[in-house]
């Protein structure tokens, strides 16, 4: 499978701290992005980056990507109760007619 | 207001009987996606189009079919042959393949 793979599979914070997820994947890619999908619900975009960049920032998001390790990292600072959710890596790779999501990362912020 | 509308929201499935899931979408975009999301799990891609009068089928084909007549209209049928179709249906669409996708709020299927 061509799939990205999300690590932690869950997390569990306090409001207030840094919540930290990766996504490792196998082959060359063209991007990669990061979805957000709340319980039930459709998923929404959050942030593309490019195989020739190594970080991109929206906001309170912090997307890191090495192609050397084949990996990426979503760092959402200061965290807010509306932050939980599940949140999925997807990657375009080099050859490939679409996206490839991973299995996700569930995270919940405690009050 | 732009965006991808799925229907309905709940669909409930007799043993043998075929269903169609609705997607729409006034976005203007080529591409278009289903998905099928099991408990706890990431997205498998069932069927994808890149344009109109054409689509390929992903992963999990079988047991599904789709049409693309309209620009706009991606509908999914789930035929008797899927035996496990429990779980919940995404449509997405994309200006292209491969590009930031859009998703629509989703169908839950039940089998009664």
């Known amino acids: 499978s061509q799939q990205g793979e999300e690590d932690p599979q869950a997390l569990s914070i306090q409001e207030g701290e840094n919540a930290t997820m990766n996504c490792s994947y196998k082959?060359?890619?063209?991007?990669l992005q990061w979805y957000r999908q709340n319980s039930g619900r459709g998923l929404v975009h959050l942030i593309l980056?490019?195989?020739?960049?190594r970080e991109k920032h929206s906001g309170r998001l912090r997307v890191t990507l090495d192609t050397s390790k084949k990996s990426s990292s979503l760092l959402i600072t200061a965290s807010r109760a509306a932050d939980t959710a599940s949140y999925f890596c997807?990657?375009?790779?080099?050859?490939?007619?679409?996206?490839?999501f991973g299995t996700g990362t569930r995270l919940t912020v405690i009050p | 207001d732009g965006g991808i509308t799925q229907s309905p929201k709940y669909l409930f499935r007799k043993e043998g009987q075929n269903v169609t899931l609705s997607c729409e979408q006034n976005?203007?975009?080529?591409?278009m996606y289903w998905y099928r999301q099991d408990p706890g799990q990431g997205l498998r891609l069932i069927y994808y189009?890149?344009?109109?009068?054409?689509?390929q089928k992903g992963d999990i084909a079988e047991g599904y079919s789709v049409s693309r007549e309209k620009k706009e209209s991606f509908p999914l049928t789930v035929t008797s042959a899927q035996k496990n179709p429990t779980a919940f249906y995404l449509c997405?669409?994309?200006?292209?393949?491969?590009?930031?996708?859009?998703f629509g709020p989703g169908t839950r299927l039940l089998v009664l």
């Open positions: 997405a669409s994309s200006p292209g393949l491969a590009e930031t996708q859009y």
């Open positions: 082959t060359s890619i063209n991007n």
């Open positions: 980056i490019r195989s020739n960049e």
């Open positions: 997807a990657t375009d790779w080099t050859g490939a007619n679409n996206l490839f």
């Open positions: 976005l203007n975009h080529d591409a």
């Open positions: 189009s890149q344009i109109v009068n054409d689509f």
